[in-house]
């Protein structure tokens, strides 16, 4: 894989981890509720589940694209819409909507549940994934590439909120980002839509 491509990939995929929703809050959940290793062990758990995911994605990609091309088109264009519908939802949230998290009395086996079920719970990740790693797989593409991309997805997510739960345990990093919450996701809705048109356009090259 070009490096460009891979880059390309790994905005992508930061972009996706970066959109505030029910993950963001798992791990400021756990985070207030149990300290720093109980977040961090969310996030990691979290990362696995999009990752298994991430592969599923990748297999079935390979396999629409050769057999079922029209079909995989139609797959497609519903994950640019998805992800467009994200884009708009996240431009008119409130200014501290899916940031706001109250702590709970937590442990690391629950935060390591909970990460795994909150990741594999959420199948429109299918979706997200088909939408922006169609952009990306080919036929012919290695074991070796599939697993890079795989890879780069689960250590995108994981790296991602191990650094919210770790900032978050700085007492002043919560309140900094509720009261910008609303920049968060107006910067994140255009960048959705942005993707969302990118896929409808073609892949990448």
């Keep these: 894989m070009p490096l460009s491509l891979w880059m390309s ?27 720093r290793v109980p977040g961090i062990v969310a996030a990691l758990s ?8 991430a592969l599923l994605t990748v297999l079935g990609l390979g396999a629409l694209i050769v057999r079922f091309p029209t079909l995989f088109q139609i797959i497609t ?21 899916a940031l706001e998290a109250a702590g709970m009395a937590t ?15 959420n199948p429109k990740l299918i979706l997200f994934f088909i ?15 599939k697993a890079i991309i795989v890879a780069t997805a689960m250590i995108i997510d994981g790296g991602w909120y ?29 960048m959705l839509l942005a993707i969302a048109l990118r896929v409808v356009v073609g892949p990448l090259g």
């Design 46 to 53: 979290h990362a696995l589940g999009v990752g298994f995911y």
């Design 162 to 190: 191990v650094l919210v739960a770790v900032s978050l345990t700085h007492s002043r990093v919560l309140p900094w980002l509720q009261v910008r919450a609303h920049w968060v996701h107006r910067i994140t809705g255009v």
């Design 9 to 35: 990939l790994v905005a992508v995929c930061a972009m996706g981890a970066m959109s505030p929703g029910p993950s963001l809050a798992l791990v400021l959940r756990h985070t207030l509720g149990g300290g």
């Design 77 to 97: 264009w519903g994950g640019a819409a998805y992800l467009a519908w994200l884009g708009i939802k996240a431009l008119r949230a409130g200014r501290t909507a």
């Design 131 to 145: 939408a922006l790693l169609s952009q990306f797989v080919t036929p012919e593409m290695s074991l070796m590439a």
């Design 107 to 121: 442990t690391r086996r629950q935060a390591a549940r909970e990460g795994m079920l909150v990741a594999l719970g």
